[in-house]
């Protein structure tokens, strides 16, 4: 049974390694979207670093927006879609496995560059492991929470405001105590507390979501 | 069982679907009027929030329901995934608009509230913004609904929606409540909740009542126009027109 | 072992609430072999999705063996005994052949060595393109790497939605030799093709479909 799962993720990380080129892409937006800001609010330190949590974690979610409308895409048009459906291996542990390989692909490359964009925005630095923890364990919830969303608008050529309407919602939590981690981190506060919760969250996530998945994947194609 | 059986029917719930709408209706409608009636002009004015807590009589019960209606819609999701009970899924679908409403009116009442207690109309108070978030959850329900177009499809993805939504909703609630408390301060304070009134508790109660029998009706009325809709091309509802 | 056999019985389907046919009913026992006509939009893809469980029938059953079957209106899981080859050929065009054919054989839970997926790839003609990536395959090709499961799997029951389509009259062939052999060794095929497959040693028997 798991060597399916192995099987599916390493097919992934290896599509994910030959088209390494949209990794980059949504690199560039996750850090773009943090350059551009400062042009907006004016460069005063202090401004920067208090909306910094702020604007990591929506940085995060707009990329994980972006990026997750093509996790199950290309298998939904190509037909492999209907061979996980078909498999006589669990769907929901298939699901993981695609969502294992999409985070390692993508938001695990956020985690790595988070602490130069936070430097950037003038964060100190003694914050910095705080705020990678808080993107470690938050991002993969956000992308289990996402294949709940885009599993479901697979069958939609064109869903990507419809899929921020289904997913943002959700993401709420994960917002709060990710930014809350973060500014307590830098306020020289405790942040185990938020980083906890994060963590009961990905728990959550990773024992119920895949189920969620499965579902919506053979909804959207019947 | 077979009583079940008999009402998953779907002309049988057509018909007699007509009689129970009328009989929430009407008392759904007299209910909310004294409930309002009461809270607006009887009940005696706060002492701490002088005349702008009569709001609350209609504050109140849209919140309930916007609640409820989301539960409701959501243990429906759970059984039209199961059991593909098309009933069920018509309920989700036909409960959704009228939830989002209340939930709707839920957020204004509460803001028009909150304009002479907080001095503005808006205040990122936590009960407030969960509110607002159920508000998106509806619409995220509503816009998958209207987007695809397989009405089954559509139906069985509102229902994972729903459902997933609904486990969310806690969560939610509990992650805004622990935003609030730790960066909003104790700005808003809860106004000590002393035992109500008789005489204003019994219209608040009468007021909750009247409208949930309100939701049941504009409910079932939804089904029936969306059971119609779905079973256009069936025989029973072709011979429902044709005689008439 | 029980030999295979399945069983449909007034079976409804549609795409969405569109009703394509009603109550269609046929048996296929090992050995046999089906092929489904009916003109253009008439459900033959539909059918076929319904048979491996993809979607749910809008009334009637699918028997599949002695298993419990379905209740009525809800959709068949055969998994195990299935290998269906659908209208898309569930190819990754940033993958290798041999490395689709890889993940297609262990989702479908069958432990097959990279040389084994060699050699079928060899007798299909196409060990030359075995290391490049599908995109730049021609049409022919890709079908043929997707039909190359039919020589890896094990499944009883074969459901083939246009097997044949861009395939030349050599490949034809040995696609009819295999689903012949398929056939014979007590198996099941039920198919849908425009172009003419000569089976030489299986009696096929037609599933009409007649739209309503």
Known sequence: MLSVFWAVLRRDLLLAFRQRGVLVHHLLFFVLVVALFPLGTGADARILVTVSPALIWMAVLLAALLSLQRLFRPDYEDGTLEQYVLSPEPLALIAL?????????????????????????????????????SLLLGTPTLGLVGAIGTALTLSLPRAGLLLSLLIFPLYVPVLIFGAGAMRAAIAGLPAAGALYLLGALLALGITTAPIAIAAALKISLE | MLWLHRFGSLPYFYRISRPIALALAVPGVLLAAYGVYGGLVEAPVDYQQGDAFRILY??????????????????????????????????????????ASFTFLALVTGSIWGKPMWGTWWVWDARLTSE??????????????????????????????????????????????????????????????????????????????????????????GMRAQLLWRERRSRWVKRLFSDG | MTQPRLLVRNLSCGRGERALFHDLDFELRGGEAARVRGENGCGKTTLLRTLAGLQAPHAGTVHWQSATPARDGEPVLLQDDLCFVGHENALNGAL?????????????????????????????????????PCERLSAGQKRRVS???????????????EPASALDVESRAVLCARIDAHVAGGGIVVFTTHEELTLTHTRVRAIELTPC
């Open chain 1, 97 to 133: 496995a695609k969502v294992a390989a999409y985070w390692l692909a993508s938001g695990l490359v956020f985690v790595m560059a988070s602490p130069l964009l936070v430097l950037l925005l003038g964060v100190p630095a003694h914050a910095v492991p705080v705020i990678m923890a």
């Open chain 2, 58 to 99: 209609i504050h109140v019960p849209s919140a309930w329901l916007s609640l409820f209606g989301y539960t409701s819609m959501a243990v429906a999701g759970f059984v039209a995934l199961v059991w593909r009970l098309k009933l069920a899924e018509i309920f989700l679908v036909a409960a959704a608009p009228v939830g």
């Open chain 2, 132 to 221: 607002l978030i159920l508000l998106f959850l509806y619409l995220g329900v509503i816009a998958l609904h209207n987007a695809i177009e397989s009405p089954r499809t559509a139906a069985r993805a509102c229902s994972l929606l729903a459902l997933v939504g609904v486990i969310n909703v806690p969560i939610i609630h509990y992650s805004v409540e622990w935003w609030n408390t730790l960066h909003q301060g104790p700005t808003v304070t809860r106004f000590g909740r002393p035992a109500m009134e008789m005489d204003m508790l019994v219209p608040l109660l009468c007021a909750a009542l009247g409208f949930t029998l309100i939701f049941g009706w504009l409910t079932l009325w």
């Open chain 3, 96 to 132: 290798t052949p041999s490395e689709n054919l890889d993940v297609l054989m262990r989702l479908a839970a069958r432990r097959v060595s990279v040389r084994a997926i060699r050699q079928v790839l060899a007798e299909l003609g196409l060990d030359r393109v075995a290391e490049r």
């Open chain 3, 147 to 161: 039909l190359a499961r039919l020589w890896l799997s094990e499944a009883p029951l074969w459901l083939l939605d």
